[in-house]
């Protein structure tokens, strides 16, 4: 074989049995996903560079960059990137781990016991985001809520701590709340890698005398990297746009200590009815979404 | 035979039909938004008025869509623009004005003329705007200052005689915590929404803060540092509980578990369907107040009724004016739904039902209209009372919560008031 025929055959391979009509039949869906997805898109990109207010009998008018110079200097704003930021990495990073290490200790342990085990870690994931945030509330509360009562029951604390009205306290609150109902989705994601280590793979490591940190680091890691990483890329962008809690929990205040970016845009959009400026922000957000995942994506193509 | 009897029937039956349809033809069906038929407490009295209005007017049927309270202004505003607005809406607070803005609603001058002259002229007058008459006055639910007389007895306080300063209130409330350490000494809103503005707003008034609206000083004055740091006191000594809605303390004075509570005159309703006393009990056992006095040598309210509003683009105005005319001065409705039901006052300015006059006379309407409603303070509603609301509630909640210095929070709401 000629060099570069190879390639030339790989390349040529999948023309050789197209047909025309086949791929016609993927019109219908390309025009619903630029319905669904290309026309907010572009609308929100539209009206990123307009002034446009829903309570204004005016018209939108072109108004430039100057939604975005206005975002510029806009310290809420920075306030609910750098919110937004420690919401997402701090929930994930902290559910990945804990959600890894539930997979690990329950990994071998059968039995009705290891399946109560299991369903008792994963029933936080079938709780509604809405009743999550409702419950961690009025746990939090505080004048009467339970955590409160529990760690003044313990001596622990003497008197009730505001966790969700302190302004340094609100934030990681919350975050607590969401590595609870996060967790399970690792635990899932991860047990199900665990189980597909071919038993071949660790009867050798353990002929080979391989001990329990040796078969984790070297066996076990590498079959849940794949699936933490995607799993991680899939929270980040859960997480960045979770509204639901912080909103039930505390509307982003105290002042805006927890103000995240899709509660900010939520207040812009629908509470002060400036559509052009939410949708500015609503651009960065895209942005900073679109480049967390390839970075995501960049590192998973490494690792393959 | 049988198939002859069966030809009649369809006949008579078609024929009965199409004696009907010119009259099906006339039935009106008018949308009506409303947060009424949303709430447990008011469902059944809301949908019992506008059955007896549809008893009344044949030809005219009420399509209730029931909303949320906290989302009936921002789903109108949407509705607006997205041109399906409905007919009819139920309205309040800043909402009113923000549809008013909007350019969505229906001037109701014309309709209202005569009907204004039996209302009480202070219900109606936040109304009428540059644009006519906005809205008509359904009820008026203007806020008092509650309290508990059995806690204030338990507190070696008069329970006959509230604080009427707000130094006196400071010692009480001190006195309050000391006697009873584990309840809610002072029950206010501090959440960040419109609302919660529109309820502090009297204390600001209060200490002579004047941050928005006509006349304002802005929010980096003296007077706005002097209520800030007020309220940092109120939670520093653990007399309020930050971050619930004024909705959430309601049933908590019910079971005792309140002191004091700014809210609206709609209370006695929640006090007396959660704990199921008789009238003469809770008269016993509550009382209301004007707002105590602060900087200025004076308390001041808010006015927190409910108003009915016509949409522009409804096809039906004069049939909506009815509905709503029947809603805001009907005796009957008024004493099923806004008496009754929903335990706030008529905007009428007299009653030929005695049963009704009487069911108006009580200690707490008289507290109301004769020390209460006098102190109603004007709120600078409008289309950016909104975002005003979130700095400067973002700013007292930062004051309620932290340790930064009040001047820090104060030029912090200014700058953003000045965006």
Known sequence: MRPGAAKKAHLSRPMRGR????????????????????????????????????????????????????????????????????YTFGTVFVAAFLGAAMALMLENLNGPFGNAARAIVVSPWAVPFVVVAFLFRFIYMQKGGVLNAVLMHLGIIEAPIPWLNDSDLALPAIIVANIWTTTPFFFLLVASSLSGIPDAVLESARVDRAGTWATLYHIKLPYMRNPLVIGSLLMIIANFNDFA???????????????????????????????????ALGVIWLILLLVTAALYFRLLRGRD | MAR???????????????????????????TFANWATAEATT??????????????????????????????????????????????????????????????????????????????????????TEKGLVAMPWNQAPAGFWFSRDILKGAGLDPDNPP?????????????????????????????????????????????????GE???????????????????????GYIDPGRKIGEFRPLIAQGQVAFLWDQVLVQGVIQNASGIDDATFNAQFGVAPMPAGALGSGYSFEGGHQLVMFDKSAQKDAAWKFINYLATDEAAAKLYTVDTNRSIPPAASFADPELAAS???????????????????????????TAATAIM??????????????????????????
Do not use: C, H
């Not at chain 1, 927890?258 to 009815?273: C, Q, S």
């Not at chain 2, 009897?5 to 009106?28: E, G």
């Not at chain 2, 200690?363 to 709120?379: H, Q």
């Open chain 1, 19 to 86: 047909a025309p009509l086949l791929d016609g039949m993927v019109v219908p869906t390309l025009i619903v996903l630029a319905l669904i997805i290309g026309y907010p898109v572009v609308s929100t990109l539209m009206l990123s560079v307009q002034q446009y207010d829903l309570i204004n009998d005016a018209a939108p008018s072109y108004v430039g960059m100057r939604n975005f110079s206005d975002i510029a200097s806009d310290q809420i704003f920075w306030t609910a990137v750098k919110n937004t930021l420690i």
């Open chain 1, 245 to 279: 809690k912080v909103w039930v929990m505390t509307q982003g205040g105290p002042g805006f200590s927890t103000t995240t970016l899709v509660v900010y845009v939520y207040r812009m959009a629908f509470e002060n009815f400036r559509l052009g400026y939410a949708s």
């Open chain 2, 4 to 30: 002859i009897r069966m030809s009649r029937r369809v006949l008579m039956l078609s024929a009965a039909v199409f004696a009907a349809l010119p009259a099906m033809a006339q039935d009106i069906t008018l």
């Open chain 2, 43 to 128: 469902r059944d009295g809301m949908e019992q008025v506008i059955a007896r209005f549809e008893e009344a007017n044949p030809g005219i049927r009420i399509d209730s869509q029931a909303i949320a309270f906290p989302e009936i202004g921002r789903q109108m505003v949407l509705r607006i623009r997205s041109g399906n607005p409905p007919d009819v809406a139920q309205i309040a607070g800043n909402d009113t004005f923000l549809l008013a803005a909007s350019g969505g609603l229906q001037a109701l001058d014309d309709y209202a003329g005569e009907t204004l002259a039996t209302l009480k002229p202070g219900s109606y007058a936040p109304f009428q």
């Open chain 2, 164 to 212: 009427a300063t707000i130094e006196d209130l400071n010692a009480a409330m001190a006195k309050v915590k000391e006697a009873y350490p584990d309840i809610i000494v002072l029950g206010m809103d501090t959440t960040n929404r419109a609302f919660s503005l529109q309820s502090n707003w009297p204390w600001m008034r209060a200490f002579g803060a004047l941050p928005i």
């Open chain 2, 215 to 237: 006349g304002a000083t802005g929010a980096d004055t003296p007077e706005m540092k002097a209520y800030l740091g007020w309220m940092r006191m109120l939670a520093q000594e």
């Open chain 2, 360 to 386: 108006l006379d009580t200690p707490v309407i008289e507290a109301f209209s004769t020390s209460i409603i006098p102190t109603i303070t004007p709120e600078p509603f409008g289309p950016d009372f909104a």
């Open chain 2, 394 to 419: 973002a700013g007292v909640q930062e004051a309620v919560t932290s340790d930064r210095p009040i001047d820090d929070i104060a030029a912090d709401i200014q700058s953003q008031l000045d965006r």
